[in-house]
């Protein structure tokens, strides 16, 4: 689903709406459509609930890096590895195996993922999907080797933590706006 993703056109992962979001047909058109709904008090109760929906989702996949990048890979879907002697791609790993490798329940993982008091909303969409993008060339993203095991995914977990966390407080700011009066 093009909601669910932007491909960039370069490792500048500088954003240009029509150029990578032609018609809002990305995760950054996503989250504005939807907070747009959410906001118009004019809209039924059923598509307002959708839309909060679809933006817990969307601000989500815009925090995990591989719905950001500028490889022509599908977001990590092509790019093969083996975890554990078992073939799986790069996406998958990020999507469930990072934080899932740290074999802690819910309930014990949820309070590690919450933010700071303190902390502040950083931007738009627009900029969470371009930072998501620079950690997919500069952060380690990619892993050196295509066989990758618990080194790797303990040195990614702190990053999984850290955007989960970060989207937090943006889904927070976003609803915030959306629903204001």
């Not at 969307?58 to 092509?78: C, E, I, K, W």
Request: glycine share 6%.
């Amino acid at each position: 689903v093009k909601f669910h993703y932007i491909n960039f056109a370069d490792a500048s992962c500088r954003y240009d709406a029509r150029r990578d979001c032609a018609d809002g047909q990305c995760v950054v058109g996503a989250v504005e459509r939807y907070a747009a709904v959410l906001h118009d008090r004019t809209r039924s109760d059923a598509d307002r609930a959708e839309a909060l929906r679809f933006l817990v989702h969307f601000v989500g996949a815009a925090h995990q890096p591989l719905h950001a990048g500028y490889r022509n890979d599908r977001g990590g879907n092509n790019h093969q590895v083996q975890l554990a002697g078992k073939g799986t791609n790069l996406h998958s790993v990020w999507d469930r195996d990072i934080l899932a490798s740290s074999k802690r329940s819910w309930r014990k993982l949820a309070p590690t993922l919450q933010p700071p008091p303190d902390a502040k909303p950083a931007g738009t969409a627009r900029d969470w999907a371009e930072a998501s993008c620079r950690m997919t060339r500069d952060d380690g993203v990619y892993p050196s080797s295509r066989k990758i095991g618990p080194r790797y995914l303990d040195a990614m977990r702190p990053r999984v933590e850290q955007r989960l966390q970060r989207a937090a407080i943006e889904l927070a700011n976003v609803l915030e706006r959306s629903l204001a009066r």
